[in-house]
């Protein structure tokens, strides 16, 4: 516990909730599954045990598209984990199918004006001590 190591931080790990292993190990293959409601359509992100839109249970494991539209994002410009250095950003990508989820765009970034609106698509990143997250690009053919 003790030694020395000269490797890259350690990417913060998820924190598994009840219903969150299927989701990860979908993520680790690199193919990201949400459930799917099958009463009213609500794609649930977090994974969950109803569909917090009308309380169904009748939900199914589904893979997305992948693709998705920036509703929000910011640049951090100080450090707060030695795996995530300044500067860095997170953005807030609403899926073609819903779900809304927060993870970070990779280069290259957008070289002007604001992100919000901007086709994204997802990519399965393994970051320096193995951990796979689903991260973003820009979707450059799937239109403006
Ligand atoms: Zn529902």
């Known amino acids: 516990m003790t030694e020395t190591r000269a490797e890259a931080p350690r990417t913060p790990q998820p924190v598994m909730g009840l219903y969150d292993t ?9 193919a990201l599954q949400l459930q799917h409601c099958e ?4 794609t649930l992100y977090p994974p969950a045990p109803v569909c917090p839109h009308c309380l169904s249970d009748k939900l199914e494991w589904r893979a997305v598209s992948g693709r998705g539209t920036v509703l929000s994002w910011v640049v951090f410009h100080k450090s707060y984990l030695d795996a995530y250095p300044a500067p860095y950003n997170v953005i807030a990508v609403r899926l ?6 927060v993870s970070n765009l990779e280069p290259p970034l957008p070289d002007a004006g604001s992100w919000i609106g901007r086709k994204v698509k997802m990519i399965y990143k393994t970051m320096p001590d193995g951990l796979v997250l689903p991260k973003f690009v820009l979707d450059t053919d799937g239109g403006a």
């Open 96 to 101: 073609d199918e819903g779900a809304v989820i």
């Open 22 to 30: 299927m989701m990860w190990q979908t993520i680790r293959d690199g």
């Open 39 to 42: 009463s009213c359509g609500t």
